[in-house]
């Protein structure tokens, strides 16, 4: 992967920039340099809400206890709603620090996308030139010169016009020539007719949409993760329809299929994302107790007539 494998490596510290808090007769001295841990891999929590709102209470209590890295949802927004969140009613405090992300939430158009991403992690949007309708793209710095582009798409299954599948085949190629180090793309891209453990599609089509975007997949040397069915309701045949694509092929581990959240008909996907990446610290402060002026504290203490004061009810 042009790094260091992440499997049986220790967490990494940088022990060259620590924040330095130095307590010295009464007075606290703020070192200002950086402070960072370098750790192996991002957590990444994955799903297609179909809704969101009505879900929050959920998401809280499935990400608080291991605080993913990141976290990507699709179909945030129902179908048919007059009443619009706004972004900041979609924060989850209770669960960590973010910057939120979003794409179609204050307009008509499309379901809307959210993106949380660790504010520990130096993160940034950029705009893709091809305007795909509905896809969030960040920039996140690793370590060193590595640098991570992560994506999250919807593709509907009711727009089955070529320019707009050609546009989804001409994002997945952009992303692939900007040339960063760490790739990772995940989504609700509704292509049912994929067998993606054998990477083929139902029939003799190899024009359809579905083999265009194997094509593209395989022309960019991308990888995609998920294999079993990835959403189901009731009677209907289980698909695999959210996805997990990559630019090197162990960039994925422990990989699970979790419960929808609450009657989503879309399973959780929850997945470590190997990589070596900076998290920043806040700054600790440390008292040193050691470099206490006791002397003076002593001399000013007997001065005060605690006899009197005492018996005066004054501890002022």
Known sequence: MGEESSKNKKVKRDTKNVNINVQKKGKVFNGN???????????????????LFNKMSELIVRTRDN??????????????????????????PEVGNYKVFEKNIKSDEGRDLLMYVDSNLEATEIT?????????????????????LVGLIYRTPSNSSKEYNDKLVNLMSEATDMGYSHILIMGDFNYP???????NTKGDRPNS?????????????????TTKPTRWRG????????????NEEEMISNLEYMSPLGKSDHCVLSFDFNCYVNI?????????????????FIQELNKIDWHNKLNAGNFH
């Open 128 to 148: 893709m030139k091809t305007e795909f309708q509905e896809n969030i793209f960040i920039k996140v710095k690793l370590n060193q010169n590595d640098k991570l």
């Open 209 to 225: 949409i579905e083999n265009k975007f194997l094509e593209a997949l395989q022309d960019n040397f991308l990888y995609q993760h």
């Open 193 to 199: 007719e994929i067998n993606w453990e054998t990477w």
């Open 280 to 296: 920043k610290r806040a700054p600790r402060i440390a008292n040193l107790y050691n470099h206490g002026n006791y002397k003076d």
């Open 235 to 246: 009677a209907d045949t289980p698909h695999t329809l959210d996805l997990l694509i990559t």
């Open 33 to 51: 340099v950086n402070n960072f841990t370098v750790l192996p891999k991002l957590n990444c929590f994955y799903t297609n809400a179909d809704q």
């Open 67 to 92: 605080k993913p890295n990141i976290i990507g949802i699709t179909e945030v927004k129902p179908k048919a709603n007059r009443y619009k969140p706004s972004t900041a009613e979609y924060s989850i």
